[in-house]
């Protein structure tokens, strides 16, 4: 965290300028320190609790990729989550994207140096633009409300899932009022989106930005807006994330 907030300090002069001017500043425009930092403090999640507690909290998704599922993984930065998964469930196929490119390159070499790139492929590619079709399940970790165009996202991944698909969004743990996040969690929460999330929504293409957190209901709109027809908290992992889960 520390790390992070090291890195994101560097962007000062642009955040300054983009809150004079509206305009945003892209997650690619920070220091190369956001990054690393981001990869460090989900990595012990990912290893911890991903594939013992998040994936079996949903529904039919463990037995699926056990036997041999194809998975896209949005947002996937240095491929922590990808490859964490892909070491999990060898019979499955995994897919990462992102659409910072140098992320993408680093997230080739860490698949390499973990034996997993015969299981693994990297894009790059935003949200709304990746390919495949048919995915069993769709993952996105701490970055959908960091999109411009959430809404268009969640169609897309709707799009490209199979019918009996899952896509598994994990969230910050928030509330769905200001007072309910007043607390040392929620305000180091909203200085991170200050720095960080809500700057890189305003500078993609879209007009529907989450702003500084989502709670479960504003998620949820999100969701049923683009047709998604089931949606549930299927656990948390205090003291940071929710995971909710979305069915076509």
Not at 9 to 25: C, D, L, S, W, Y
Not at 80 to 102: K, L, N, R, W
Not at 107 to 116: C, D, K, L, N, Q
Not at 194 to 201: D, R
């Amino acid at each position: 965290m520390f790390q992070i907030a090291a890195g994101a300090g560097k962007a000062m002069p642009k955040i300054e300028t983009a809150f004079r001017t509206g305009e945003g500043v892209g997650w690619h425009e920070h220091d190369e320190e956001v990054f690393q930092g981001m990869m460090r403090t989900s990595e012990f999640d990912f290893k911890e609790n991903l594939v013992s507690d998040w994936i079996p909290a949903l529904d039919g998704v463990d037995e699926k990729l056990r036997e041999g599922a194809r998975v896209a993984d949005l947002g996937c930065g240095y491929g922590e989550s990808t490859i964490t998964m892909a070491q999990a469930y060898p019979h499955s196929t995994f897919v990462g994207v992102d659409y910072h490119e140098g992320s993408i390159e680093a997230a080739r070499e860490r698949a390499a140096t973990a034996g997993v790139a015969d299981q693994v492929s990297f894009e790059v590619a935003t949200a709304k633009e990746y390919t495949g079709a048919e995915y069993d399940l769709a993952t996105s970790f701490d970055c959908l409300h960091d999109m411009g165009d959430p809404v268009g996202v969640a169609k897309h991944v709707r799009e490209t899932l199979a019918a009996d698909g899952t896509w598994m969004i994990v969230e910050p743990l928030s509330g769905d009022q200001v007072d309910e996040n007043l607390n040392p969690r929620g305000r180091m929460f909203y200085s991170m989106s200050t720095m960080l999330c809500t700057p890189n929504a305003l500078d993609q293409e879209g007009s529907h930005a989450l702003g500084a957190q989502a709670g479960e209901d504003r998620l949820r709109e999100v969701v049923t807006e683009s047709g998604f027809t089931q949606f549930r908290r299927a656990t948390e992992a205090p003291p940071f994330n929710m995971v909710l889960e979305a069915k076509p």
